[in-house]
């Protein structure tokens, strides 16, 4: 999603900003800008494509900038609709979406004024023109008065030298100040991350003035408040691939080491001690996630149902903020999120909390928004995740969800074991090398569908919205015993299907619909636990894997589909790195 980056020093600003950009590539973006204060005037550079577009900015001058990378939402990708946008003395970017924004541009337009681009963030720089009378803090306050929707906004004004003004609303900023006093701001700590350097997550309705080495952050209502700052981890400033071609793969390698350190023993870690009091007193628990963290929601509300008997629901958090959701009495809420700043969870999050909920959030990312919202935080051990297909995050989720699962067992005097799964993990990491050979079924294959059920159904979720993702090759992950009903009539012989099987109770009748796809030519796959199954004449080639406690065999089946989803990348010619049209965190709903 859209990224932004703004820098107040004595150095020039634009190879600055340039830098930045780059390390929020991995997003996802269409278009990329910058603009710099020099003499009273702008300095602007921007274009569709690449930040390489925009050059190393070394002749770009001045000492104050804003940088963004753009992914449309309103307005096709295109260089006028790059961010950011100047009207009169002001320039702007903007992360979010201004839901009035065709209101306040007919009252622009009234006025008089021009636009320059179809977006929605154009009138925030005619607002902020409009009310800026020197002092650019009060002025872009004025203008968030105006403002529905979501934001981010960072603006340099003509008038104002060495000052930038931000401010947030449901929209990830933060500000930072390094060892030389330099002043900087992003969307994400990543773009600006470095040794020592000093971190403020802004709150929704705040606004931060950047000037003269200083940051200043006031309230809604514009007082002056003291907020904490906090030393970065300069190792998140830069993911490196360490030899591997891609993150993606780098990362599903990862996944042994993701999973072991996201393991807390609940019953004994102290910093946990009164989360695990709440879990074990809960009544009821709820999930809300989006996308994977959605399909890590579905296998633990699997496992916390089959071993601790206590009712789990798992709700898209984009449904469940419009459902009028009833939050029952003793409800403990899970909202699962790797990057911690997905706007559907955090909202989700938030009316779950309203309603009564005691909340506990898991995430990767430390001071992320969803830290904030929180009655407790869990954090997962996963480290940066770079490539947009999460892969080692999902894991990660997993491992310190089935610990959860463990301990409450633990509690209700039941033994369950989850601690070796790392260690299968690594088995299975290695098995999976296999699914490589399966590339050209799944090429040329016309569509894909991963089939399993039980806790297997979640996993051929996950495995189908994998290879969505990345290799766009229309597929479903689906309940094998639903195919029957319906779906079934989309399978022929240019059909490739994934069965994975797991769970020996309904091992036999996941095969049965393996056998329906077969009759109709089919090529079916396997990954399974059990290889007497992929003896059978329905199957082309199977995978085993190492068998665990059944209801956490998904940390372990993914692993295959994940290395196949990469390998069909691959095979298609796309960048399993920057899936088209995706971003690695949706900060807008
Ligand atoms: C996963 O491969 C996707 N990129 C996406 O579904 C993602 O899981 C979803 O957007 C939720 O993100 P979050 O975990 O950061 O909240």
Known sequence: MCGIVGYCGNRKAAPVLIAGLKKLEYRGYDSAGIATLYKGGYRLVKKKGRVEGLGDGKDVKGNVGIGHTRWATH???????????????????????????????????ARGEKFASETDSEVIAHLINRFYRGDLAAALRACTQRLTGSYAIAVLAAGSPDTIACARQKSPLVVAKNRAGELLLASDIPAVAEEGLQVCTLQDGEIALLQNGEITVFDSTMRRINRDFFVCDAQISAPAKNGYEHFMYKEITEIPFAMRNSMPDFT????????????????????????????SGLCAAYAFEKICRIPCRVSLASEYRYRDPIVPEGALVLAISQSGETADTLAAAQLAKERGACLAALTNVGHSSITTLA???????????????????????????????QALAAHQGTKVECRD?????ALSLKASERVRSWTPYFTGAKSVFFLGRGADCFVASEGSLKLKEISYIPSEG????????????????ETAVVAVITQQSVAQKTMNAVHEAYARGAKVFLVTAFPEYGKREEIVDHVVIPTCEEAFSPALSVIPLQVLAYSVCLACGYDPDKPRNLAKSVTVE
């Open 75 to 109: 307005g096709a990708p295109s260089t006028r609709n790059a961010h950011p946008h100047v009207f009169g003395q002001v320039a702007i970017v903007h992360n979010g979406i201004i839901e009035n924004a065709a209101e306040l541009k007919k009252e622009c337009l």
């Open 268 to 295: 004994q870690n102290q910093d946990f001690s009164v989360f695990y009091k709440v879990l074990c007193q809960a009544k009821y628990i709820e999930i809300v996630a989006c996308g994977t963290a959605y399909h």
């Open 375 to 405: 009655d407790f935080v869990i954090l997962t051990g996963a480290g940066q995740e770079v490539a947009v297909a999460a892969t080692k995050s999902f894991n990660a989720q997993l491992a310190t969800l089935y610990a959860m699962v």
């Open 421 to 425: 799964l790392p260690a299968l993990a």
């Open 478 to 493: 689906y309940a094998a015993g639903e195919l029957k009903h319906g779906t079934l009539a989309l399978v022929d012989k």
